[in-house]
């Protein structure tokens, strides 16, 4: 089993619908969540991170965190077109070597 | 710098030849990531440096790859005899603290080998 599973899509939209992207993750010791957003070729950015279950809003972005399920989700709301991209999960564990785990990424397509 | 600074930016190596890949992280940022990607896929986890303590080193996919972080600054990713399948972006990415904080990424190297 993966660290951190997404399903690479792509996962298509669209224009002013939600996306909704999911990641699961395999350690219950994970304590910290990142979103990131690569443009085809770039570099990826952070978008969103999250420590808490429940859900953390900023604009037209949602992180969701359930740990007991393990699983974390981004919710883009009225996605537009500039928001296709790959979207990245990222899990932080604290014991080991103490790095992030990143997932394959989602490609989002936002149809106009 | 500013940012994470990868060089060079672009490289192309006939097959069979050494390369070494440079990363330089921001200021101060103590842990190192080292990815590939390929077209179109998703992030491959290489190596993983955090201080002085031993890398992780997992991730790297044949006996051909090394990197070394000298003076916990400086990393320098080396693929001795190089194949086709090595062709792919690599990037570096540089991190504050091993925590839970932002991982800031280079712009990355493209490796293409003919």
């Known amino acids: 089993q993966k660290e951190v599973e997404q399903n690479s899509g792509p996962l298509s939209v669209p224009e002013g619908a939600i996306a909704s992207l999911n990641c699961t993750y395999s350690d219950r010791g994970s304590q910290s969540f990142f979103w990131y957003r690569q443009y085809s070729g770039k570099s990826p950015e952070l978008i969103m991170f999250?420590?808490?279950?429940g859900d953390k809003e900023d604009g037209r972005f949602t992180a969701q965190l359930n740990k007991a399920s393990q699983y974390v989700s981004l919710l883009i709301r009225d996605s537009q077109p500039s928001d296709s991209a790959t979207y990245l999960c990222a899990v932080y564990l604290s014991g080991g070597y103490q790095k992030v785990t990143f997932g394959i990424g989602t490609k989002l397509q936002v149809i106009p | 710098g500013a940012g994470v600074s990868q060089s060079p930016s672009n490289k192309v190596t006939e097959k069979g030849k050494d390369v070494e890949l440079r990363c330089d992280p921001i200021?101060?940022?103590?842990?190192l990531y080292w990815y590939r990607q390929s077209l179109g896929q998703g992030l491959e986890f290489l190596i993983y440096f955090q201080g002085n303590s031993a890398p992780d080193k997992s991730g790297l996919p044949s006996d051909r790859f090394s990197a070394e972080r000298t003076g916990g600054s400086v990393s320098t990713l080396t693929i001795q005899r190089t194949q086709q399948e090595d062709s792919a972006v690599y990037l570096c990415a540089s991190s504050l603290v091993p925590g839970p904080t932002e991982a800031f990424f280079g712009q990355g190297t493209r490796l293409t080998v003919v």
């Open positions: 999250i420590y808490s279950n």
């Open positions: 200021s101060g940022h103590t842990a």
